[in-house]
């Protein structure tokens, strides 16, 4: 069975830095894309982007580049996103999902919360 | 990328059809057949619907089905469910340069 297992809810103040990770299994984590999307409290998904564990190649959204990291451990078959530095504007659900074809998102993670808060 | 455009909500009863649209440009959803739909039920992860345009993914009720008419895609859901409302997000790919994806702003739908 396909998984993705994301890490759990953090709360964390301005200025502090975070990864959080996505872990994948049931599947050859390799061989497949992995993306990030976030969704703000109320609104709706946007695109961050995407890294291929297989060769660690990764692209960013234009919105977030240079706002984020996304990187990938192919050998615990695990995705990251981070952030050097927090603002309340990170607060958000995140969410990893596996990409099969040009865009198909077809297995998700249950999510990350991420809370920014002085 | 500029957000697809879908209407914030639609609504039908029990049994009866209804059809969610998503405008793009001819940049994304009228420049390729790479548009897919996702559902999402409060607190949850999105769930894939539909795949490029018109592709159900295994597990998917055929009252799910997807078309495409230039920079418009639609989403019609037949039939209607007491457990199909939900938010449903069209998504288009964008082309090669950063592999970019763009998402639809979302449309509410409600089973009367």
């Known amino acids: 069975e396909v998984q993705l297992v994301q890490s759990g809810a953090e709360v964390k103040k301005p200025g502090e830095s975070l990864k959080i990770s996505c872990k994948g299994s049931?599947?050859?984590?390799?061989?497949?894309?992995i993306g990030w999307v976030r969704q703000m409290p109320g609104k709706g998904l946007e695109w961050m982007g995407i890294?291929?564990?297989?060769?660690?190649?990764?692209r960013y959204s234009p919105s977030f580049q240079g706002q984020v990291t996304i990187s990938a451990d192919k050998s615990i078959s695990t995705a990251y996103l981070q952030w050097s530095s927090l603002k309340a504007s990170d607060t958000a659900m995140y969410y990893c999902?596996?990409?099969?074809?040009?865009?198909?998102?077809?297995?998700w993670g249950q999510g990350t919360l991420v809370t920014v808060s002085s | 990328q500029s957000a697809l455009t879908q209407p914030p909500s639609a609504s039908g009863s029990p049994g009866q059809s209804v059809t969610i649209s998503c405008t793009g440009t001819?940049?994304?959803?009228?420049?390729?057949?790479?548009v897919s739909w996702y559902q999402q039920h409060p607190g949850k992860a999105p769930k894939l619907m539909i795949y490029?345009?018109?592709k159900r993914p295994s597990g998917v009720p055929d009252r799910f089905s997807g078309s495409k008419s230039g920079n418009t895609a639609s989403l019609t859901v037949s039939g209607l469910q007491a457990e199909d409302e939900a938010d449903y997000y069209c998504?288009?790919?964008?082309?090669?340069?950063?592999?970019?994806?763009?998402f639809g702003g979302g449309t509410k739908l409600t089973v009367l």
């Open positions: 999902a596996r990409r099969n074809g040009y865009n198909n998102l077809d297995y």
């Open positions: 049931g599947y050859s984590f390799t061989s497949y894309w």
């Open positions: 890294i291929y564990p297989g060769d660690s190649d990764t």
């Open positions: 001819s940049s994304d959803v009228g420049g390729y057949n790479y």
């Open positions: 490029e345009v018109s």
């Open positions: 998504s288009s790919y964008a082309g090669s340069n950063n592999f970019d994806v763009v």
